[in-house]
């Protein structure tokens, strides 16, 4: 099956990174609701589907290969070039369209309403996270797979933007806080019985 997989995306590169990070993405959203105790929403889930297939994806396949064209190989200044440039340019550009993308999918009345209340905090977040997952994609990673990777690594991204964009600050603490309010009630519960 996984031969097959990379087969598939070695044939069909374009297609096949996208498809996966897409997928990959809608799956952080459907975890981070089960996480949260909550009924599915595929409604919510359509929406994270849709603007990681027609936007993320497509964003980070051709974002990782011009990346690669301008600053190519794997020695440390050039990959080093490419998460500075991924952090300082990609990043900013990813937060604003997730949120911008699925306000207009939700069709509220201010479209930057969460980018206002909650880029900020996101970007700092993200900044714990994506450049550690961006050195190992560039250090270890063929271009060819490098969406896919992302979209891989993403998953977890997902899980906590998703969050973010229903309930949260945009901030890892408003995260692990709710995950520790969940912890403490079920701590609560086996107690009780």
């Known amino acids: 099956m996984a031969g097959a997989l990379l087969r598939g995306v070695r044939r069909f590169p374009w297609l096949g990174n996208v498809l996966l990070y897409g997928g990959l993405f809608a799956a952080g959203d459907a975890a981070q609701q089960l996480l949260r105790g909550q009924p599915p929403d595929w409604a ?82 993200g900044l714990m996270y994506w450049p550690f997952v961006q050195l190992s994609n560039f250090i270890l990673i063929p271009v060819h797979l490098r969406t896919a990777y992302t979209g891989l690594c993403g998953f977890v991204w997902a899980s906590f933007i998703c969050f973010s964009q229903q309930s949260g600050d945009g901030t890892a603490k408003s995260a692990f806080m709710w995950l520790q309010r969940e912890k403490v009630n079920e701590d609560e519960e086996s107690s009780d019985k």
């Open 44 to 125: 919510q889930t359509r929406r994270v589907a849709l603007v990681a297939l027609a936007f993320h994806g497509n964003f980070s396949y051709v974002w990782l290969r011009a990346l690669e064209r301008a600053l190519p190989g794997r020695r440390p200044p050039a990959v080093l070039g490419k998460v500075l440039c991924d952090q300082l340019l990609g990043a900013p550009v990813a937060v604003l369209a997730f949120y911008t993308g699925m306000s207009i999918l939700q069709r509220k009345e201010d479209i930057f309403s969460d980018c206002k209340k909650k880029f900020w905090n996101t970007y700092k977040t």
